[in-house]
C-alpha cells in the first residue's frame, strides 16, 4: 500500500475516494453499532437482576438450613428426653455433595 523510495515509507496521497469510502465504511458501522447498543444495558441490568436475585435466594436457603439444623437438635433431645436416651452428640449434618452419575453403554 505504501511505495519504498529509497527505504523510506511514505503514505499514499489522499483522495476523494479514499475519503468517501473510509466516511461511508463508519457511518455504516457506527449506525450499526448504536441500533444494537441497548442491548449493552439490557444485559447489564438482567445481569444485576440475576445476581441480586441469587443472593437472596441464597440468603433464604441458607436461614432454611439453619431453621431446620436447629429443629432437628430440638427433635433430638426431645425423643431422647421421652425415651430416656441421653441426646447423642452427632456431629452436625454436613451438606450432601451430588456426584454426576457416569454410565458405561456397551456398544
Not at 445476581?51 to 439444623?69: E, N
Request: hydrophobic residues 40%.
Amino acid at each position: 500500500m505504501w511505495k519504498k523510495e529509497d527505504g523510506v515509507s511514505t503514505p499514499p496521497t489522499p483522495t476523494m475516494a479514499v475519503y468517501t469510502e473510509a466516511m461511508n465504511n463508519f457511518t455504516k458501522s457506527a449506525t450499526a453499532f448504536m441500533e444494537h447498543v441497548h442491548l449493552l444495558t439490557e444485559a447489564r441490568d438482567a445481569y444485576q437482576t440475576a445476581m441480586t436475585a441469587s443472593t437472596s435466594l441464597r440468603d433464604s436457603l441458607d436461614a432454611g438450613d439453619q431453621a431446620l439444623r436447629t429443629l432437628m437438635t430440638q427433635l433430638e433431645q426431645v425423643v431422647g428426653v421421652h425415651l430416656g436416651e441421653p441426646a447423642l452428640d452427632k456431629k452436625k449434618p454436613e451438606a450432601v455433595k451430588a456426584d454426576a452419575i457416569r454410565t458405561n453403554v456397551l456398544l
